[in-house]
């Protein structure tokens, strides 16, 4: 396929918000897609060249793309700068250049999909001295070939802006729709993303072998798997009457992390499955150390540890070091501890399918025992009153609370269910768990707060069934100063002059705000309400978190997807006023 037909692609998709559209126009793409093009197509309709947890970045900030431009079209950077400050996108400046110079060849003379995608390898690829001169050389000869249109989406995948709205789950759909016509293949495709996290590895397989072969797609070092996830239940006796017999241990409020492990060399990905390995020297050495088999993927929360206090540090803490420059410094002064708690993958073999209770004894012989690997501790509670105990003991260590584990229960990719079960610390007029929403826009403040542009947040939380994100309240109150210029900082690149695609709100903010920045917010109730679209559903009123403060950003370790969904909040709106310590 030329390129210049995928950017015609991309422009229908950018024009699109109706879901249904987006798959059609998907369908209708893939099915014209080649083999050996479905893999590099899918990264590009994702602002990528690889899937997520593979670090590939062209490595172009706005000012080279500018100067890329600049050389192609025969100009200077300040020229492009002009447009650029005057369309609000680089993308634009560069479709408008293209427009009126001559060298933009016509659209049936641009090259392939398939040469453009290695091009652009190549430049992300370019590494050592004057290679930010040749980055901007090969982008420019690239911008040379291409029509205005195709020019135009080009320029916004180096800096970031190709957000044309496609999630994940709708290109899985895309994929079924193309090959079967209908959604039939959609859980087959999902079974295999959820164990390898790799969308155009799918696709691919998908297209030159089939879908018998993407259903023996499963578990690899080097894929992060989609982490298993918890439900909530309301108390001790929920619990226990759901699950039976139940392990139990602490809710450590860290990160999570997944170790895979191939002979010397260690990766660790987080919960949204970027390769954070630089993040924790410490712990990929303590794995080189701890874990003698040759291959292996366990999951663990990191923790920062204070050796003075002998104290265990939240979250908040232990992210700090992901912007500190330099982390071998951090991790002298707070060494970071893993609580390992569940194995995936051992010496060649794929153990998801095996009962927890077998996969926790194959950890315990997994780890030597030393000081940065530890075991999460656990208890085998029948009675509530055993699951209490560690509940309390948890608490008063300062952690969150607890997570049950159902015995005979497989590890689920990607799953939310009733196999993990969390219970949280609740204060009196609160709900028992946060809520993590998204950022989908912001209204301007008077006074004191208008001098950081933001007076109150609209955030939503995600319907998966649709892949949108939907309003659920307004964060107004509660934020100290620098916690609304951190905002406005982080939500800076991500300013929408209309509606984002996948966001549904009848709130109008005065800025809309692209559905990416993960916040974890804590409320006293969800009430019923008429103004909210989470769980709107025709006549039916959606629901609303009632008295919001922010706890944390979460950007770090969620993606927007995995913020709490609609269904969550049904369920969490129906546990309310149960207590989880019976007075
Ligand atoms: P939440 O993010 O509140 O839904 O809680 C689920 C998270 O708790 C997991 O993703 C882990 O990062 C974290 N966690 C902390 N302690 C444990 C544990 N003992 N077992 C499993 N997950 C844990």
Request: proline share 5%; hydrophobic share 40%; charged share 30%.
């Amino acid at each position: 396929m030329l390129f210049s037909e995928l950017a015609v692609y991309f422009s229908r998709l950018e024009e699109t918000t109706k879901r249904n559209a987006l798959v059609e126009i998907l369908a209708e793409l893939f099915g014209k897609t080649p083999p050996d093009e479905i893999a590099s197509t899918t990264y590009l309709l994702q602002g990528r060249l690889a899937p997520f947890f593979k670090p590939v970045e062209i490595g172009m900030g706005e000012k080279y793309v500018m100067d890329a431009i600049a050389r192609a079209y025969e100009t200077d950077r300040d020229e492009v700068r002009k447009r650029f400050d005057r369309l609000g996108d680089i993308g634009a400046a560069a479709r408008e250049m293209a427009a009126e110079s001559q060298v933009a060849p016509a659209p049936e003379h641009t090259p392939e999909v398939r040469e453009v995608f290695e091009r652009l390898t190549g430049i992300a690829g370019t590494t050592g001295a004057g290679s930010v001169e040749r980055k901007v050389a090969d982008v420019a000869a690239l911008l040379a070939r291409l029509d205005p249109l195709s020019a135009m989406y080009l320029c916004r995948v180096p800096v970031g802006r190709l957000r044309l709205g496609v999630g994940d789950p709708t290109i899985l759909d895309g994929y079924s729709f193309a090959k079967a016509g209908d959604k039939s293949l959609r859980k087959r495709l999902e079974r295999a993303y959820n164990e390898t996290s790799d969308l155009g590895l799918i696709g691919q397989t998908l297209w030159q072998q089939g879908i018998e072969a993407v259903d023996a797609l499963t578990i690899r070092v080097g894929n992060p798997v989609r982490p298993a996830l918890a439900e909530r239940l309301p108390s001790a006796d929920a619990i226990l009457a759901k699950l039976g017999r139940a392990a139990v241990e602490k809710k450590f409020d860290g990160f999570r992390c997944q170790v895979h492990k191939l002979g010397d060399e260690v990766k660790i990905y987080s919960r949204n499955l970027e390769d954070m390995t630089g993040m924790f020297p410490e712990i990929a050495q303590g794995a080189l150390k701890q874990v003698p088999a040759h291959s292996a993927i366990f999951e663990g929360e990191a923790l920062a540890y204070n050796p003075l206090s002998d104290e265990y540090l939240p979250f908040q803490e232990t992210t700090k070091r992901r912007r500190k420059h330099n982390i071998e410094n951090a991790a002298q002064e707070l060494p970071l501890r893993l609580f390992a708690f569940d194995l995936l993958y051992a010496d060649g073999e794929n153990i998801t399918p095996l009962p927890y209770v077998e996969r926790r004894e194959r950890l315990k012989g997994l780890i030597q025992p030393d000081d940065t690997i530890l075991l999460s501790e656990e208890r085998i509670a029948t009675e509530p009153s055993e699951l209490l105990e560690v509940f309390n003991d948890a608490i008063q260590g300062g952690l969150e609370g607890i997570m049950a584990k159902k015995l005979d229960a497989p590890y689920q990719a990607g799953g939310r269910n009733f196999n993990w079960v969390k219970l949280k610390r609740a204060q009196a007029g609160e709900l028992q768990d946060t809520v993590d929403c998204v950022i989908i826009g912001y209204i301007y403040g008077r006074g004191k707060r208008s001098a950081f542009g933001v007076g109150a947040l609209l955030v939503g939380v995600y319907d998966p069934d649709r892949d949108v994100f939907r309003s659920i309240t307004k964060i107004g109150t509660g934020l100290t100063d620098a916690e609304w210029r951190e905002v406005r900082e982080r939500c800076e690149p991500y300013i929408s002059e209309e509606k984002p695609a996948r966001v549904e709100s009848i709130l109008q903010p005065s800025v809309w705000v692209e559905p990416e920045v993960v916040i974890e917010v804590l409320a006293d109730e969800i009430t019923r309400s008429p103004v909210h679209t989470a769980g709107m559903n025709g006549e039916k009123q959606g629901y609303a978190l009632r008295f919001p403060r922010l706890i944390s950003f979460r950007d770090a370790d969620k993606r927007p997807e995995d913020s709490t969904t609609v269904g969550e909040i049904v369920e969490m709106y129906g546990q309310q006023g149960a207590k989880a310590v019976p007075a």
